[in-house]
């Protein structure tokens, strides 16, 4: 196997059978209109594609150039490795030829970098194939993520009618304008999703705030002080993090319904920091494990409290462990649904992922539930991608000492 005119072909053909399948699919959800990967083709033109790669060398390109449009033209034949529906527009076929020939031609060329045609090192063989799989891997894991959204984005914007017409068309006619954008409307009119949005949004800000008032002295004392089992409750933390929600269900419904507190908002910010102190104390005390004690020390002889040194130089050290703990609660508590469907029953009341449950009926129509979806997921999407960095900062700074 450790031969390039061995290698290339299979490597070829596997890969092209990929791209087949990710063009096929990127245009059926993009137009609506017939895609679909010949496997059988795409194993033939992939291995003779990548044969001609690896025979001939970057440096002559028109070679390569040749099969891989060559390889974009065959699909108007109907022996291509996309078949294309006859009621397919000529634009759409010519993106497809044109992506097919440009997406192979460059992928291609990255994975069989350097590849000889005849014998292969053991390093070069594993070259090619670990370029193959991260390909692959960045392909399908983009797809898992990124369909599902579009799905649900696409669907949103869609008319009853059109639904109803074609419920697996997931293009979307631009020229309505604002009308693609009337199941957002009618949400926030007719379903009170504003006030939804309003209750997750000062719930959440409020176990932030619960949360850290609670975990940075309980972090700090694990992380500083010497008490007896203090070993034992710093490595059990996360146990009760690990304890399913759904085992403590019906005992917080009964002592919640008890107590008054069920069907509150109250209740809900009393319940939720429950479920995020603990992984925030893991994280919070690994990172004041982290930082200098001479700081704190010096603070301690100039005549400041324990409770100063904490204020005035723990805190400001640890802002981006603090950043970073602030935000993983806030999804957390943005994105709990148990509680608030087992605890809240008053619509006014309702949290946003309680709201779009709602939307989850026979007499709702189904574009509703996906906007619904998509008001309760940009927000938190926004708010990570934008925040991301600072994140991972604040999980790493205090994973190494020193």
């Given at each position: ?55 001939f ?35 759409a076929?010519?993106?497809?030829v ?10 291609l060329?990255?994975?069989l970098?350097?590849t ?13 194939v ?14 898992i993520v ?5 799905v ?32 957002y409307?009618?949400?926030?009119r ?18 932030v ?7 940075v ?5 694990v ?15 996360l ?22 507190l ?76 148990l ?9 006014s009341?309702?949290?946003l992922t ?13 574009q ?14 926004a ?7 600072f994140?991972?900062k604040?999980l790493?700074?205090?994973s190494?000492?020193?």
């Open positions: 196997m450790r031969k390039g005119y061995l290698t290339a072909p299979v490597l070829g053909a596997l890969w092209l059978v990929v791209v087949a399948t990710t063009v096929a699919i990127t245009m059926s959800f993009s137009t609506g209109a017939a895609f679909r990967p010949q496997v059988l083709l795409c194993l033939i033109w992939g291995a003779i594609a990548g044969l001609v790669y690896v025979r060398p970057a440096q002559r390109a028109p070679a390569r150039l040749g099969i891989s449009a060559l390889l974009g033209l065959s699909g108007l034949t109907g022996f291509g490795p996309v078949l294309i529906g006859s009621d397919t527009s000529l634009q076929v010519a993106v497809t044109i992506a097919m020939a440009v997406v192979m031609h460059l992928s060329a990255a994975i970098k350097e000889p045609f005849g014998e292969l090192t053991r390093h070069e063989y594993e070259e090619a670990i370029r193959f799989c991260t390909g692959f891997g960045y392909i399908f894991f983009t797809a990124v369909i599902p959204f579009y649900m984005v696409m669907t949103s914007l869609k008319s009853q009618q059109a639904l109803l017409q074609n419920p697996l068309d997931f293009s979307v006619d631009l020229s309505q304008g604002t009308e693609l954008f009337r199941s409307t009618e949400l926030f007719d379903f009170n999703f504003g006030t939804y949005l309003w209750t997750s949004l000062y719930v959440s800000v409020l176990t705030f619960i949360t850290l008032l609670f975990s002295p309980g972090a700090y004392a992380a500083r002080f010497r008490f007896q089992g203090q070993k034992a409750f710093s490595r059990s933390i146990l009760i993090y690990m304890v399913p929600m759904i085992v403590l269900a019906l005992p917080i419904y009964i002592a919640f319904s008890l107590t008054g069920r069907n509150s908002i109250l209740g809900i910010v009393m319940i939720y920091p429950v479920t995020t102190i603990p992984v925030a104390l893991y994280m919070l005390q690994g990172y004041f494990r982290g930082l200098p004690t001479e700081v704190e020390e010096a603070g301690l002889m100039d005549g400041l409290s324990r409770l100063a040194v904490i204020w005035k130089i723990t805190l400001p050290l640890s802002l981006p462990a603090l950043a970073s703990v602030s935000l993983y609660v806030f999804m957390i508590a943005w994105n709990e649904f509680l608030a469907f087992m605890l809240l029953d008053d619509p009341k309702f949290t309680r709201g779009v449950t709602m939307l989850n009926s026979s007499e709702i129509p189904r509703h539930l996906m906007a619904g979806a998509v008001i309760a997921t940009v927000p938190i999407m708010l990570f991608l934008g925040l991301e960095r994140m991972t604040g790493t700074a205090g190494v000492k020193g």
